[in-house]
């Protein structure tokens, strides 16, 4: 997935909120299998267990069955059909999660060759907040921040200055 793209920006925002939010004494279930930025998080001494691929959408055992004070959901959520029931089925009392926000400009992500990378959702921030509402999540803070490509053209302008990524911290009500 990250071949040809590493997504250092990304990354770095995501771990400077993380760590603003969560200490290194917290255990955290980290939605979706072990990736770059899971590995990110142990390397700076987060004590960190990912899910293991199954479909979230149909199997939340792992969710249910977890004893994390904290869960983490780093564009997860987009992903599947229903995140309201994973929401609703975390135990944690502690939730970072940040999703892709909707580009009116862009149409959502489809992989054509992975069936498991495309975004069902892609959110405006109400909705994602709305969303953590309904499934008993208070917002304790949260950030948006761009994501520039270095092409040409009216929509690399466009991202330049438009938020694309969009992070919460939320508490359990």
């Known amino acids: 997935m990250y071949e040809n793209t590493y997504p250092n920006k990304r990354f770095k925002y995501t771990l400077e909120f993380l760590k603003k939010h969560i200490s290194k004494e917290e255990k955290i279930l980290?939605?979706?299998v072990?990736?770059?930025f899971s590995d990110i998080m142990i390397?700076?001494?987060?004590?960190?267990?990912n899910t293991t691929g199954e479909d979230l959408d149909d199997e939340i055992?792992?969710?249910?069955?977890?004893e994390a004070d904290t869960v983490t959901a780093f564009e997860i959520f987009e992903h599947l059909l229903s995140p309201y029931s994973v929401l609703k089925a975390i135990n944690a009392k502690k939730l970072v999660a940040s999703v892709p926000?909707?580009?009116?400009f862009a149409s959502a992500y489809k992989s054509e060759t992975d069936p498991w990378d495309?975004?069902?959702?892609e959110f405006e921030p109400w909705q994602f907040d709305w969303l953590l509402e309904k499934?008993?999540?208070?917002?304790?803070?949260?950030k948006q921040w761009t994501n520039p490509t270095k092409k040409l053209g009216i929509r690399p302008l466009l991202?330049?200055?438009?938020?694309?990524?969009?992070i919460v911290y939320a508490e359990r009500m």
Request: hydrophobic share 30%; net charge positive.
């Open 30 to 32: 980290d939605l979706g």
């Open 34 to 36: 072990q990736n770059p």
């Open 43 to 49: 390397s700076q001494g987060f004590s960190v267990e």
């Open 61 to 66: 055992t792992a969710v249910k069955n977890s």
């Open 101 to 104: 926000l909707k580009l009116w």
């Open 118 to 121: 495309r975004h069902y959702h």
């Open 135 to 142: 499934s008993g999540w208070k917002i304790m803070d949260s």
């Open 159 to 166: 991202r330049s200055f438009t938020p694309r990524y969009y």
